[in-house]
Nanobody, 110 residues
Framework: VQLVESGGGLVQPGGSLRLSCTGS????????IGWYRQAPGKQRELVAR???????FYADSIRGRFTISRDNAKNTVTLQMNNLKVEDTAVYYC?????WGQGTQVTVSS
């Protein structure tokens, strides 16, 4: 199953964006689907992930601001990002079972 991200863009600090990750096929058998991000000069890091049975995990840096949700029927995982900060600027990737999307750029700047 290929994963395709969408929804990135430029937003001011304090603003919101919603990222979507859509599978080319069924994602129901993908136990973990996660969002990672990579900022320039930094290692890729886990932001959030969702399990097929409803479990979630959030990195400390984004907990309380980001929400991951998963809709197996629509083969989609979304990442709602609120109260964005400059340090959230990065390329955001969706991944599961070794498959990675192409990434979507999120830039937070005034």
């Amino acid at each position: 199953v290929q994963l395709v991200e969408s929804g990135g863009g430029l937003v001011q600090p304090g603003g919101s964006l919603r990222l979507s990750c859509t599978g080319s096929g069924s994602i129901v058998d993908m136990y973990f689907i996660g969002w990672y991000r990579q900022a320039p000069g930094k290692q890729r890091e886990l932001v959030a992930r969702a399990t097929t049975d409803g479990g979630t995990f959030y990195a400390d840096s984004i907990r309380g601001r980001f929400t991951i949700s998963r809709d197996n029927a629509k083969n989609t995982v979304t990442l709602q990002m609120n109260n964005l900060k400059v340090e959230d600027t990065a390329v955001y990737y969706c991944t599961s079972d070794g498959s990675w999307g192409q990434g979507t750029q999120v830039t937070v700047s005034s």
